[in-house]
């Protein structure tokens, strides 16, 4: 098996496994509990508001423009890249990849020892 043909082989099936075996990350949540974190809660005639709530009711284009810049900052760093749509934990998807390459590692061995 050439590279080409290993690393596709690699994505095929750290797609399929990271669906099956892992989590997705909620990136607007994310985007929620930092934006919560960062600023304070908002009093409007005695009642309290999160800042995520009001950016994201009251102009949720804003809103999507920040969860996507906010994932793009931790793409790489904390989280994957799109995975089938999703992103995952980075060091999760790693250790996938890490098992899956061992895992070919072994069946290469397996068939030049057979020949």
Known sequence: MNQEQREKKIETELEKRAKEELKPIDLEELY???LDECEPVVKVAGLSFCASRIIEELDPIAFRC???DYADSLIGETISDEIDGE?????EVNDIRDEIESELDEEEEKE????
């Open 32 to 34: 929620r509990e930092v």
């Open 66 to 68: 920040g969860v996507n």
């Open 87 to 91: 992103h995952y934990n980075l060091d």
């Open 112 to 115: 030049e020892a057979s020949k």
